[in-house]
């Protein structure tokens, strides 16, 4: 089975700065891999997908992700933190055998002023 | 154009009641799913439905089902309420009953908050 391990609960940097969220995941095949975002009280906002066609991916608002095959993550990276970037932000990957997605325990990113 | 709409937006609910969550997805899109978001967790995926037959189901128990109308909107159902059962449900549109990118792409509504006391 597919699933996908965020390895901070939370993160905090300041205004101006890069942002770094980790995400490993595990998979036996090559996987289909998403950031969502989530802003209080706000639905699930997808930020970017990985589907096989380039191991670096750009998404909104900034952010991108790289696919590392030999390390099996999908980190989330922007340059420059604002402080509208603070939520919760979602690793995720596909389940194709239940036709789902498989989210993981999420990330709270806080940015300070 | 309007994007997934759920309704109610929140619900109180006590012990052993059944609740009824509606979802409408975004024009166009065929199949729905559905997942359940306890309180500082990811979602969990319940089920999905494409062209109103279910495709995929999650590990959650018989008190939960779904059903999917042929205007494509959905109803997941819950009964015998149990406290933990409190959580946001969302529901989730896309094209095609598949979950990859592209055409599979997944969109989300707000959510159901639901607690049960």
């Known amino acids: 089975a597919q699933s996908v391990t965020q390895l901070d609960s939370h993160v905090s940097v300041s205004e101006g700065t890069p942002v770094l969220l980790r995400c490993n995941y595990s998979?036996?095949?090559?996987?289909?891999l998403f950031w969502y975002v989530q802003h209080p009280n706000k639905g699930l906002q997808l930020l970017l997908k990985y589907t096989s066609a380039a191991t670096l991916v750009k998404g909104i608002n900034g952010f991108e992700a790289e696919f590392k095959k030999s390390e099996t993550s999908f980190h989330l990276t922007k340059p420059s933190a604002h402080m509208s970037d603070a939520a919760e932000y979602f690793c995720?990957?596909?389940?194709?055998?239940?036709?789902?997605?498989?989210f993981g325990s999420g990330t709270r990113l806080q940015v300070q002023p | 154009d309007a994007g997934v709409t759920q309704s109610p937006t929140h619900l109180i609910k006590t012990r052993g009641q059944q609740v009824t969550l509606r979802c409408s997805p975004i024009s166009g899109h065929k199949s729905v799913s559905w997942y359940q978001q306890v309180l500082g967790q990811g979602p969990q995926f319940i089920f999905q439905?494409?062209?109103?037959?279910?495709?995929g189901r999650g590990n959650f128990p018989d008190r939960f089902s779904a059903r999917q109308f042929p205007n494509y909107s959905s109803e997941l159902n819950v009964n015998a309420l149990l406290l933990g059962d409190s959580a946001l449900y969302l529901c989730?549109?896309?094209?095609?009953?598949?979950?990859?990118?592209?055409?599979?792409?997944?969109?989300f509504g707000p959510g159901t908050r639901l607690t049960v006391l």
């Open positions: 995720v990957v596909v389940d194709t055998g239940r036709r789902a997605l498989t």
């Open positions: 998979s036996s095949y090559s996987p289909s």
């Open positions: 989730a549109s896309s094209l095609v009953g598949s979950s990859a990118g592209g055409p599979n792409e997944q969109f």
């Open positions: 439905y494409y062209e109103k037959e279910e495709r």
